[in-house]
């Protein structure tokens, strides 16, 4: 979801590749409650120090490819305070699968220590942790994992210009449960609140009465 500029400078990075070329890993399992036209709702907490505050959030998966560890969907925040409409956002998102992706960004500004770090948010994240530390995560097999971890990267906005006072610099770690469908993330951006919290829940539907599709993607 797209968040408040900062007025803060950006600090320079060096990114390196995000991509493991690893092929001899499983991707992780396919997923009833993960796929083209599964929609979600919930709310993203974008609180600071001088203010609490939620945004309420519609997500809509429109395309997973297991094999390439990709997916890709539209992130709608409802009641943005700076915006007229409902913002609409589309996302790319990478699933770490230790043959397309690791746990390790590796770009987006964010460190092997941010990586960490936010990954330990989520309780489901620990069992892997001593692996992940002795090789990077390269030897983990996540086929039968009951959770699926990504990084969502809003790419543009929908409906809105890029002048709407709103960033989509950061990205999300996330973290899909196998068994319920809810997902759980937190949004990295070196200028924007840190651990900004998002908790969806899968609607169980294919369509849940959101209207999407009366945006053009490009």
Known sequence: ??????????????????????AGQPSPPTCSLLSPGRCFDGTQNVSSLQKDEAWKVNVRI???DPEQGYLCGTMEALNVP??????????EGEVV??????????????????????????????????????????????SNYPHIFMRWKEQYFVNVGV???????????????????????????????????????CTNEKNNGFTFSSYELA
């Open 82 to 91: 700076l915006a007229d409409t409902p913002v609409v956002t589309f996302w």
């Open 97 to 142: 699968d230790a043959k397309n992706y690791t746990f390790f960004t590796g770009k987006w500004e964010a460190s092997p220590e941010d990586d960490i770090r936010h990954w330990s948010k989520f309780p489901s994240f620990t069992p892997l942790l001593s692996q992940i530390e002795t090789d990077g995560g390269k030897s983990l097999d996540l």
């Open 163 to 201: 002048d709407c006072g709103l960033t989509i610099a950061g990205f999300y770690y996330v973290c899909f449960s196998c068994s319920d469908g809810s997902i759980s993330g937190f949004y990295y951006d070196p200028n924007s609140s840190p651990f900004q919290k998002l908790e969806l829940r």
């Open 62 to 64: 429109h395309g997973y």
């Open 1 to 22: 979801m797209p968040v408040r500029v900062v007025d803060t400078p950006t600090p320079s990075s060096q990114p390196s590749p995000g991509q493991d070329a690893n």
